[in-house]
Nanobody, 126 residues
Framework: QVQVAESGGGSVEAGGSLRLSCTAS????????LTWFRQAPGKERAWVAL???????TYTDSVKGRWTLSRDNAKDTLSLQMNSLKVEDTAMYYC????????????????????WGQGTQVVVSS
């Protein structure tokens, strides 16, 4: 069993920054993929970024160069530094945890994730 919780959302103007945090607790959390998804009104939940148990990160193209993902295994904490925010980044942001595929790669689709936080809202205004 893994417990996941997010925090750090808020309202900012375009060009500003936010830092989201996620805590994934439980004995197996350090071996899991930790991933950020987001969902805007009327849109499907979309993958944003992930980090595997070795600290390797992967980002969707729209946030590369703007955002940085990191994990602290000692504290079971995931951080997402969100710089140069855009209006289109407005969404509910969710942290999720899942075991990797047998290949060692991490999934990028919501159905593959068993453990979810409740979400934290990000609103970017112009």
């Amino acid at each position: 069993q893994v417990q996941v919780a997010e925090s750090g959302g808020g309202s900012v103007e375009a060009g500003g920054s936010l830092r989201l945090s996620c805590t994934a607790s439980g004995s197996a959390a350090r071996t899991y993929c930790l991933t950020w998804f987001r969902q805007a009104p009327g849109k499907e939940r979309a993958w944003v970024a992930l980090v595997d148990s070795n600290g390797r990160t992967t980002y969707t193209d729209s946030v590369k160069g703007r955002w940085t993902l990191s994990r602290d295994n000692a504290k079971d904490t995931l951080s997402l530094q969100m710089n140069s925010l855009k209006v289109e980044d407005t969404a509910m942001y969710y942290c999720a945890a899942a075991a990797p595929y047998f290949t060692g790669l991490c999934p990028k689709t919501p159905p593959e994730y068993r453990y979810w936080g409740q979400g934290t809202q990000v609103v970017v205004s112009s």
